[in-house]
C-alpha cells in the first residue's frame, strides 16, 4: 500500500488531511482488485518523494472508505484529484503519466 511518504486516507481522516490541508494535496483513488491502479502505484510513491515538503500525497481506498469517494463522484479508478484551499484544482482519470502530474504539481508549487 502506501509507502513511507504517501499518507493512507481515509473517511474518518480526509477532511482533517486534505480539505483543510495548507499544502497542496494529490490524492490517488484506488482499489486493490485494480490493475490499472497497481501500475500507477509506483509513480505515486516517487511523486511523493519527490515533492516532499511541498505537496502531500494521499492514496484512498475507494472500497474501504465509500463515503469520499461518493463526495467527489469518482465512478472510475484510479482516479486522482489535486486538492489546493481544500477545492479540486485538477482531475486526473486512468493512467497519467508522471510528466503529466509533475507539469501540474510544478505550477501550483513555483
Given at each position: 500500500?502506501?509507502?513511507?511518504?504517501?499518507?493512507?486516507?481515509?473517511?474518518?481522516?480526509?477532511?482533517?488531511?486534505?480539505?483543510k490541508?495548507?499544502?497542496?494535496?494529490?490524492?490517488?483513488?484506488?482499489?486493490?482488485?485494480?490493475?490499472?491502479c497497481?501500475?500507477?502505484?509506483?509513480?505515486i510513491?516517487?511523486l511523493?518523494?519527490?515533492?516532499?515538503g511541498?505537496?502531500?500525497?494521499?492514496?484512498l481506498d475507494?472500497?474501504?472508505?465509500?463515503?469520499?469517494?461518493?463526495?467527489?463522484?469518482?465512478?472510475?479508478?484510479?482516479t486522482?484529484?489535486?486538492?489546493?484551499?481544500?477545492?479540486v484544482?485538477?482531475?486526473?482519470?486512468?493512467?497519467?503519466?508522471?510528466a503529466?502530474?509533475?507539469?501540474?504539481?510544478?505550477?501550483?508549487?513555483?
Open positions: 500500500m502506501a509507502s513511507s511518504t504517501v499518507l493512507e486516507l481515509t473517511d474518518a481522516n480526509f477532511e482533517q488531511e486534505v480539505v490541508s495548507d499544502q497542496p494535496v494529490l490524492v490517488d483513488f484506488w482499489a486493490e482488485w485494480c490493475m490499472p497497481r501500475m500507477l502505484a509506483p509513480t510513491d516517487e511523493a518523494q519527490q515533492y516532499e511541498k505537496v502531500k500525497v494521499g492514496k475507494t472500497d474501504a472508505n465509500r463515503e469520499v469517494a461518493v463526495k467527489h463522484d469518482i465512478s472510475a479508478i484510479p486522482i484529484l489535486l486538492f489546493q484551499g481544500g477545492q484544482v485538477r482531475k486526473f482519470v486512468g493512467v497519467t503519466t508522471k503529466e502530474f509533475e507539469a501540474e504539481l510544478d505550477k501550483i508549487t513555483g
